[in-house]
């Protein structure tokens, strides 16, 4: 059975129908927010190291300490709990005006001998 | 830091810690078992956020990345930034979908989204190994705690520390005393910050936010010993850096004690906003974790004590280094040693029992004894927690690296493997049984491949580093996935009706 065949193919890339659509597209924008946020900060540590004395990066603190620590260290942990808060805000709004499924278990396991069963 | 003494009141402490730990454990059971099997008692979103919090800490977060800051500088902050932003993609790529399957462990979803027993098997020996790799970690940490605590040398040590782990499980399962977790972070977390407080209070730093007080050791280092912490990537490269960021991330997001939380709450919403909180209370700790390696450095600078950038026992013990160096009383070097011992135990506990779990429901049953009781999974599960604490037990006493190195070897294989499986089964619909045994094993061999082949070919050493190897690894093993699961038969139509509909709501 060839993946077209079904009318249920869907990928992370290609989502199918509005709720995939639309979740897929808050968790790209995330992802790119996380992912520029790590290499863009890294890459900017290094070129400071690179262009400018090693004492300039000793120097320029923020928050007492040296800005490639800070930034690191403290501002990415920080931004990561920012862009989850964000995503949960997102998801309990779309979640809450496009179906009422969040919040559920849609299957659980019973014990030995029982079939599986819905909720 | 081995001392030929036995420390009688961190002793005291660390031995109260645990009874206190196993009497409120004793009362939660009683007021109320848990319905969720794998967890504690949860109070709200906050609760589940420090459970997660407490879930997670171990040797690693509490010894081993400030041995790491000790050791490495700057580039240990990889770890701070891998082991934290692995829940990003935690939360947003899996924690609801997870919960979705209604799947109990990972080698449950692996077998139920793949259809294969062959899958879910091999999920359980990797998810096993995983378990003793990790393992090693927390009773390296362990050793060293009891070593400084009872004055031993370190293999002695190695052998207390994993009889008082099988005493202490053995005694709590007896009793019927569950985790509680909120508990358990809260002393947690006391017992690392409180510690680091006092010392920046004493240096004259901020100490009210030691998390930033302690840049002004960093100055201090620079300025009255020459030390510099300014060139991030002098001794390594900005590869070598993201290769072990991103592997953390895909480990963390791959590692089946964390997976599990996302089973254990009652809803979807509970687990996702159960993330933000875990991950503030897990930052919390992490922001200031580097701060004992700045200070410890600089109270040995300033005791004459030389770095030896070798001495891995020497960063392990760091936090206890930069307390005792530091002048704190002998109270609060107890609460660190009991906060660090705590850590490590439920850790490895926890590991431990899970994977003997999966050997007696994955493997026991379906490829030894295929009529087995469940009076024989039992035995078979203690048993077998047994074989892999003497199996820990055996590699812990030459571990081949730090921690901190140890632990990230453990994400690397996660990462490589549960990882991939996890991440295409949710959000590739086509991805079916041939081709996610193919990519795990191929994850398998890349994790294990520096310590095979990279004598004969530094390449691979230098591609897929020990700790590291899931940064090109991970995205591999996602292409052997597609490509062998584009050229055979796609999963029964049934199951892409269930993703399509009940994972992700397509209309």
Redesign the interface.
């Known amino acids: 059975?060839?993946?077209n065949t079904?009318g249920?193919?869907?990928?992370?890339f290609r989502?199918?129908?509005?709720?995939?659509r639309r979740?897929t597209r808050v968790?790209k924008m995330?992802?790119a927010g996380?992912l520029i946020a790590?290499?863009g900060s890294?890459?900017y540590?290094?070129l400071l190291?690179v262009n400018y004395s090693?004492?300039?990066?000793?120097e320029w603190?923020f928050?007492?300490?040296?800005i490639?620590?800070?930034l690191?260290?403290?501002f990415?942990?920080?931004w990561?709990?920012i862009?989850?808060?964000l995503?949960?805000f997102w998801?309990?709004r779309h979640?809450s005006n496009?179906?009422s499924?969040?919040?559920?278990?849609?299957?659980?396991?019973k014990s030995?001998g029982e079939e599986?069963d819905s909720w | 830091m081995v001392n030929s003494t036995v420390q009688v009141l961190p002793l005291a402490i660390v031995v109260g810690l645990f009874a206190i730990f196993i009497i409120s454990g004793l009362r939660h059971h009683a007021r109320k078992q848990s319905e969720y099997g794998l967890s504690g008692v949860y109070t709200g979103r906050i609760g589940i956020g420090a459970a997660i919090a407490s879930n997670w800490m171990s040797a690693a977060s509490f010894l081993g990345l400030a041995g790491m800051f000790y050791l490495k500088g700057?580039f240990a902050?990889a770890f701070?930034?891998g082991w934290?932003?692995g829940?990003?993609?935690l939360?947003?790529?899996m924690a609801?979908q997870i919960?979705?399957?209604?799947?109990?462990s990972a080698p449950?979803f692996v077998g139920f989204r793949y259809e294969s027993e062959g899958a879910r098997t091999l999920t359980a020996f990797i998810l096993i190994i995983i378990t003793i790799i990790y393992s090693v970690a927390q009773f390296r940490g362990i050793a060293l705690l009891v070593s400084w605590l009872l004055g031993i040398g370190y293999v002695p040590a190695v052998i207390v520390g994993s009889l008082l782990l099988v005493m202490f499980v053995v005694v709590s399962g007896t009793l019927g005393a569950t985790r509680n977790q909120q508990l358990q972070y809260f002393v947690l977390i006391t017992a690392f910050i409180l510690p680091l407080m006092l010392l920046t209070r004493k240096l004259g730093y901020?100490w009210i936010l030691p998390?930033?007080?302690?840049?002004?050791a960093?100055?201090d280092l620079?300025l009255q010993f020459g030390f510099?912490?300014?060139?991030?990537?002098?001794n390594t490269t900005?590869f070598q850096?993201?290769a072990l960021?991103f592997t953390l991330m895909f480990g963390t997001a791959g590692l089946p004690h964390v997976l599990s939380r996302f089973y254990a709450v009652p809803?979807?919403?509970d687990a996702?906003?159960g993330?933000?909180w875990g991950?503030?209370f897990i930052?919390l700790i992490?922001?200031s974790a580097?701060a004992y390696g700045v200070l410890a450095r600089l109270f040995e600078a300033r005791n004459n004590i030389p770095f030896n950038a070798g001495d891995g026992q020497a960063a392990d013990m760091v936090v206890l280094t930069a307390a005792t160096l530091g002048g704190l009383p002998v109270w609060v070097i107890g609460l660190l040693a009991a906060g660090g011992m705590s850590a490590a135990f439920s850790a490895s506990a926890g590991l431990l029992l899970s994977g003997a779990a999966s050997f007696s429901y994955d493997i026991y049953p379906r490829l030894i004894r295929r009529d087995a009781s469940?009076n024989d999974k039992i035995f078979a599960a203690k048993g077998f927690f047994l074989i892999m604490a003497a199996i820990v037990t055996v590699l812990t006493l030459k571990p081949w690296g730090v921690i901190a190195e140890i632990a990230a070897f453990a994400f690397a294989l996660a990462g490589n493997t549960i990882f991939p499986a996890f991440l295409l089964g949710i959000?590739?619909?086509?991805a079916n049984s041939t081709g996610v045994i193919s990519g795990m094993l191929t994850g398998v061999v890349i994790t294990f491949m520096p310590f095979i082949l990279g004598d004969a070919l530094p390449m691979v050493s230098r591609l897929f580093p020990v700790t590291s190897s899931a940064f090109i690894g991970a995205p591999l093993v996602m292409i052997v996935m597609i490509v062998v699961s584009r050229l055979t038969?796609?999963p029964s139509?049934e199951m892409?009706?269930f993703?399509?509909?009940?994972v992700?709501?397509?209309?």
Request: hydrophobic share 50%; net charge negative.
């Open positions: 059975m060839d993946e079904t249920k193919s869907f990928s992370f989502p199918r129908g509005e709720t995939m979740e968790i995330i992802l996380w790590i290499v890294q890459i540590v290094y190291e090693a004492l300039l990066l000793d603190t928050f007492n300490l040296p490639h620590f800070w690191t260290g403290q990415l942990p920080l990561f709990i862009i989850c808060g995503f949960n998801m309990d979640a496009v179906n499924l969040d919040g559920s278990l849609r299957f659980r396991v030995a599986e | 700057y902050m701070v930034v934290t932003g829940y990003v993609l939360l947003v790529l609801s919960r979705r399957f209604g799947k109990f449950d901020f998390q930033f007080g302690y840049g002004a960093i100055s620079y510099a912490w300014s060139e991030p990537f002098l900005l850096w993201l960021c809803g979807i919403r996702r906003w993330v933000v991950l503030f930052a992490y922001w580097p469940e959000w590739w619909c086509r038969a796609p139509e892409r009706l993703l399509a509909r009940d992700h709501d397509c209309q």
